[in-house]
């Protein structure tokens, strides 16, 4: 048996062959895959069976979807396909990993001695026909768990699911995934908790290209934004209770450099990634922010609407943009 699992909670079928194809493609092959089939309509176990003799892959249909109600959930449950492998990498059915991501891996754990609870590759974000959108910022090759916090809550850290590796005995250790609405920043917030010990090692090289094809929860941010924002909310909470004075100690980054560095996030991520607050949940996120801030309902009531106007400011400039440059083409 191979000492590495790669997890494939599967639902859709565009880009899952992909995805495999990139497995196949791997300079090293010590690695089993499970593909957990989220009872989806497609035929995936067809483009499994393609790949059942380049590599150990295990093919199992739930009989109820669950990744549409709670995400983690279905990560959890395709975990539980697994046998007694070491590591457990949660991959995607869109994402492709570069050629030498499995052999980098193992030599890093060569190098470290396997000292370090969770492993990442730096991430590339793709489109839909594989085009490039944007390279994920600088990643130092270790970084403890709470500057690590610091720096993703101000943007400056990739970090997605399928780019990590883990310990099964970390993930037992720490019960699992963090789970918040929507699966929102529960990558973010289950790395932290699993490089809270030992820290993050980067393993540099091969990337994981990871897909923004406009089908995945991260491109459907627009549809039920409510719920969406609560959830990152939820991790906003979860973050700002997460560390202790003891560690202000050990990692030499403040509480309130995470309080400050997560509002910083909050207004970043509802006007670049939800597009505003929707008014129909409005003073239900505006009870939240109070919750967490402590700043009192009418200071978060203004904090929120000033995001919205803002952004309201913004969209306004950009549409009205090429009316002002044909007006200045056209001025005598």
């Known amino acids: 048996m191979y000492e590495l699992a790669i997890i494939i909670p599967a639902y859709k079928d565009a880009y899952l062959d992909k995805t495999l194809l990139s497995l196949a493609s791997q300079t090293v092959r010590d690695f089993t895959v499970y593909v957990g089939d989220d009872n989806s309509p497609y035929d995936l176990e067809s483009i499994c069976d393609k790949y059942k003799s380049l590599f150990p892959l295990c093919y199992h249909r739930f009989t109820e979807n669950i990744g549409g109600k709670d995400l983690v959930k ?82 400056r ?79 906003i909470d979860w973050i700002n209770k997460r560390f202790t004075a003891a560690d202000e100690q050990s990692y030499g980054i403040t509480r309130a450099q995470i309080r400050e560095a997560s509002l910083v996030n909050l207004r970043y991520i509802i006007e670049s990634h939800y597009h505003g607050i929707p008014y129909n949940g409005f003073l239900k996120i505006v009870r939240k922010v109070d919750q967490i801030y402590q700043l009192g309902w009418a200071a978060s009531f203004r904090l929120c609407l000033g995001i919205n106007y803002r952004l309201a400011l913004y969209n306004l400039k950009v549409g009205l943009k090429p009316w002002f440059v044909k007006a200045r083409l056209i001025d005598p």
């Open 157 to 235: 850290r990739g970090n997605t699911m399928p780019d990590q590796i883990f310990q099964d005995r970390a993930y037992r250790e720490w019960g699992g995934f963090v789970n918040f609405y929507f699966a929102q920043a529960a990558d973010w917030a289950t790395t932290i908790n699993f490089a809270y010990k030992k820290g993050l090692y980067t393993i540099k090289g091969p990337r994981i290209q990871w897909r923004l094809s406009g089908s995945n929860v991260s491109s459907q941010a627009s549809a039920q934004k409510s719920k969406m924002i609560y959830g990152h909310l939820q991790f």
């Open 74 to 155: 279905q990560w959890e449950r395709c975990v539980s396909l697994k046998e007694e492998e070491k590591w457990i990498w949660l991959f995607s059915d869109d994402d492709i990993a570069e050629a030498h991501c499995v052999e980098s891996f193992f030599s890093a754990l060569k190098t470290t001695n396997g000292q370090y609870d969770v492993y990442r590759f730096d991430t590339i974000t793709i489109d839909q026909h594989d085009g490039l959108i944007a390279e994920s910022e600088y990643s130092p090759v270790w970084e403890d768990a709470m500057s690590l916090a610091y720096n993703i809550l101000l943007s």
